[in-house]
């Protein structure tokens, strides 16, 4: 007798594209149009097959049975005044996922976790404090936007803002380079044309700089492309982000500028902004010889300071000026306005809280 499989080795469903569901719907001898109704439920963040309206009794028994349709679930939501909503999910490993949903007039985005903790250990991250508890499947990965998508259906965000899911950034928890499988996966997920539709062009991918696999990755797919910078000499950014260490600042550079850019888009290189360690004109003389104007932009982010951490944020006038400065010399700069600040912003409070 062949052994049971446990629900954690099952196929994930949100991990499915049109092509899988139709061979699974192959396989038990359903009519095709079957897939196509499955997967029109998905795109709408219903993944518990008996709310599948459309399907008779027995097919929703059989995926429920037969397929891990929700790998996560909801363990807590919260909402802030200026309309971000937090979500912890866990699996059923306990692993957790954070994601934020950011309704703005024109656009939603919604930022996904990778990994439960991360390894990469840059000091100013709230993430990097916590254990590793492990990467994310492909299907916890879509999950979080699926199931986002279905609180906003059932929730809708307040009416001055905009409901709806148009954008995806890969800044949650984890660094998603280190989870290539999984993020490659689910990249092709978001962008299938039968299932969420996502442009390459709406679809971010933010890494601390793992080299060879941002080559793979604009290789693969060419999405949009942030980089955890946070300092422009070796020497600082070593301490800040410390897989500089292993991939140097003339290693991304080079990389950077073999990227494949869509039409238009510049590169990001986000910057934290920290009182006097790299908020100095000193600094401001390191991103002038680093940054490429013609092909990058440089997102200039308030701190948002957590327990037991020796950083603090630059002021908000310093960061002015400092984003003034770097203006002047031609390098396009914006500063990332805090959202969410309420609610536990900095990434993995959340879950640094429910871990302990
Ligand atoms: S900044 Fe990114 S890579 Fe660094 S510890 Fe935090 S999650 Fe990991």
Request: net charge positive; hydrophobic share 35%.
């Amino acid at each position: 007798m062949r052994p049971a499989m446990t629900s954690i080795n099952k196929t994930q469903l949100p991990a499915m594209r049109l092509k899988d569901i139709q061979s699974c719907m192959k396989l038990w001898k359903q009519p095709m149009y079957r897939a196509k109704q499955i997967m029109e439920w998905c795109n709408k963040g219903v993944l518990d097959p008996h709310l599948m309206r459309t399907l008779p009794i027995p097919l929703q028994n059989r995926l429920s049975e037969e397929l891990l349709c929700m790998p996560l679930s909801k363990k807590q939501m919260l909402e802030s005044k200026d309309g971000t909503r937090k979500y912890l999910f866990h699996n059923q490993k306990n692993r957790l996922a954070e994601s934020v949903f950011i309704p703005e007039t024109t656009r939603g985005t919604i930022c996904i976790s990778s990994q439960d903790g991360c390894v990469f250990d840059c000091p100013f991250c709230h993430t990097g404090t916590l254990p590793f508890n492990g990467n994310l499947s492909c299907g916890e990965i879509t999950a979080q936007v699926l199931m986002i998508k279905n609180d906003l259906r059932e929730n809708p965000a307040h009416n001055e803002l905009c409901g709806v899911v148009t954008h995806l950034v890969y800044m949650g928890m984890g660094e998603p380079l280190a989870n290539e499988d999984a993020l490659h996966q689910s990249i092709a997920v978001f962008l299938d044309k039968h299932g969420l539709n996502i442009s390459r062009r709406r679809i971010t991918v933010s890494t601390s700089g793992v080299v060879p696999a941002i080559q793979r990755l604009g290789e693969a797919f060419g999405v949009n492309l942030a980089i955890s910078l946070h300092a422009a000499t070796d020497k600082l950014r070593d301490e800040l982000v410390p897989i500089n260490q292993k991939y140097p600042l003339h290693m991304l550079r080079e990389c950077l500028d073999a990227y494949p850019l869509p039409k238009q888009r510049h590169i990001t290189l986000e910057y934290v902004m920290l009182a006097g360690v790299n908020d100095r004109e000193e600094d401001i003389a390191a991103l002038r010889a680093f940054v490429n104007p013609e092909r990058e932009k440089l997102n200039l982010i308030c701190f948002n300071s957590f327990e037991n951490n020796p950083y603090k944020s630059s002021s908000t006038e310093h960061i002015n000026q400092f984003s003034q400065a770097l203006i002047k010399h031609g390098i396009r700069t914006t500063v990332r306005r805090s959202r969410g600040s309420d609610i536990m912003a900095a990434c993995g409070q959340l879950a640094g809280k429910e871990h302990g």
